[in-house]
């Protein structure tokens, strides 16, 4: 396996995004979003594709760079340290991932509108109030040629704003992966003012019709599809997580060095001194997780599995602890809307829900090794 | 001298052949317990026959130090190539051949700061196993603060003349040599009148005095230097500087804690599923969460040693970041090792059982090598940059 050492093309992309996002992206640009009450920067996600990013795993045949994975997983980071609101991982991810298992002509055709940014899709697995896509028991009637679905998804995050929907549906005799546009008639969607500021939805299928042609992969085989591109979603949404917590242990440090009590800097104090040493140890094995769990997915994706639910259990728990120390370790202003912690805050219990919690992925991890 | 192909694919293969043919099949058994160590040393009882046949077969070869150069006892391996001789060893469960504070400690420190012929003297025996070494730090006064060692070393033209105290000593009672801060000047500053100095224990003067530990074994002791001689020439680095020797030294003694008694670098069974044979399945639900965490901490801390080794390599420094391995590698083994005995219930409360050794011995991993407290600051300090 190639070395847990970022590559120089890796070092690079890093800072190419950070360079941008600091400029267009830093954390008060969420709070703008949330002030006026939107969840999108149209122009922003526009500036992310034209360099190339919404492309980061699309073939380069249909316009994409093919990075793969480990890369995907390094943008996401940068993206987690400004909360940058994104349609990232949904499409660029998650749906670009689905997409590639199957690259026929309009498999291949979505991908191209995915790397130009014309094209946003979300994912709508959930049905309950934890994931767990082997379970779906929404309805995809077998209807002559075609099928009938009536359901509801919820937590679908980008929901609001994608073109496209994957929608996970039971047929009765398996699980298929739809891949059907917001305006098919029968879905409704219900936009959710979540805690993160970011988009999600709640949609409701009503008789909605759909063809063989709607079904991306094979019908009842939704897994081999839907797997790949889950576990690409989960490591760079762990990815995410690092950067967030990268974050708030930033804005942490500094504050340690600067404020004063006692008549000197409270970062002197022992007690907190251990505690952010503690932190960043943490953060160091998460970081560790998360790279391991990209170069797997690149070099060796059949087996890739635990190396995924290792990195998201591990960003979960990570992610929360900062969050909870950065609020703690900064006293009152830390609890104020005008001071940026919150929204880590926010962020970090949204990201820990989406695609499996600690526990669906620690009981992963414990199973593939045999317990 | 075994000759090793530099060509990854070929040379799996040889050591795949040469572990077939030189490893004795009683050293298959991945058993790494105090009982079953091969420490070394010229008093060394080898437990069987089989253990001195893997050693010699082992050193001959160099693989007892498999990257230290050949010139001094090893086989010249790259990282990515010692990374596939502990696949293939773990693949037919060997023991390692030989494990001694010479390989974690000593070693590295002589190979960076030693001289050509310190290196030629001291290293080839370590590698076979000859010579057993022990770590004379800690004093009475100075634990954590080690920089404030008292032993005094008073140079005599020729020889060192060596009197003072050291404590904690682990297998000094056992070892043929010491390597010892001696404070060599009283009117530095203190880290700055320190030397690193080689003491051989059959000197006139060395006495030692085992101390029992709560496991029950009594594996370290109090070491007593009156009127020690030592040749002048036996000081590593420059005199008065032995505190960058010492560091430098504590970083490698670090790693090792962090991975060696957890089991962590490398592949290893699932702590998990270790318990769960053992207590025929995790039904607490409480018991099983807890190990799910810890496996989850296991696999990622084993995977952070993996990368430290890889920055290592690619030539990015990792210096006082090793208290971090030091820190999570050891606060998780006491973890572990508190699930074992909960879930071994009464049966693990008898010493028959053996279980409470090890449960009791791992209390020691966040203590010795610096504390925990004592790794934390070092990270808050150097690492984040915190003041004071
Ligand atoms: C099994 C075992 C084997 C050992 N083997 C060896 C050996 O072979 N050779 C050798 O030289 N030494 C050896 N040691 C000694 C070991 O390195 C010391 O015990 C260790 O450095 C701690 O020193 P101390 O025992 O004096 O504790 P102290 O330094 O007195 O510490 C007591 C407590 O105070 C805390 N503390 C101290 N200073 C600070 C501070 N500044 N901030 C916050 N907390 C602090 C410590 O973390 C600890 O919790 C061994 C120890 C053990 C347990």
Known sequence: MAKLVRTEEEVMLADAARGFLDGAAPVSHLRGLRDAGKTHDPALWKDMSDMGWAGIM????????????AAACVLAEELGKTLVSSPFISTAVIAATALKQVADDRANAALAKIASGEMIYALAVDETNKFAPEASEMQAKKVGNGFRLNGTKGFVVDGGLADRLLVLANTGDGLTLFDLPTDRTGIKRDTTAMIDSRDAARVTFTDV????????????????????????GQAALAAEMAGAAAGAFGMTVEYLKERKQFGVE??????LQHRAAHLWSETEVTASAIMNAGRQLDENPDEAELAVSLAKARATATVQL???????????????????MGFYMKRARVTAEWLGDYGYHARKVAHLRGF | MTQFSKDLSVFREEIRDWLEANCPEEMRDGAITERTICWGGKNWNFTSDAQKTWLDRASAAGLTVPKWPTAYGGAGLSRDQEKILQDEMGRINARPPLQSFGIWMLGPALLQFGTEEQKLEYLPPIARGEVRWCQGYSEPGAGSDLANVQSKGEDKGDHWLINGQKIWTSYAD?????????RTDREAPKHKGISFILINMENEGVTTRPIQLISGSSPFCETFFDDVKTPIGNVVGEVNRGWDVAKYLLTHEREMISAGGAGLSGGGRAFGAILNDEVGGLSDPILHADAMRAEVDALSIGLT??????????????????????????????????????????????????RAPHWLRTKANSIEGGTSEVMLSILSKRVLGLPG
């Open chain 1, 58 to 69: 699309v073939p380069e045949s249909a316009g994409g760079a093919d990075m793969g994975a």
């Open chain 1, 209 to 232: 019709d759909a063809t063989g042609d709607d079904v991306l992969g094979t019908v009842d085989d939704a897994m081999s599809v839907l797997k790949p591109a889950l576990q690409a």
């Open chain 1, 266 to 271: 409270i970062g002197r104090f022992q007690a």
């Open chain 1, 322 to 340: 900062a969050v909870q120390e950065g609020v703690q370790m900064h006293g009152g202003i830390g609890m104020t809307d005008a001071f940026d």
């Open chain 2, 174 to 182: 056992k070892a043929d040599w010491i390597f010892a801060l001696i």
């Open chain 2, 305 to 354: 040693i993996e990368r430290y080794k890889d920055m290592a390599e690619s030539g990015q420094g990792v210096g006082d970041a090793s208290a971090m391995l030091k820190y999570m590698g050891t606060e998780l083994n006491k973890t572990r090792h508190e699930l074992v005995m909960a879930a071994g219930g009464s049966d693990a409360l008898e010493w028959e059982d053996g």
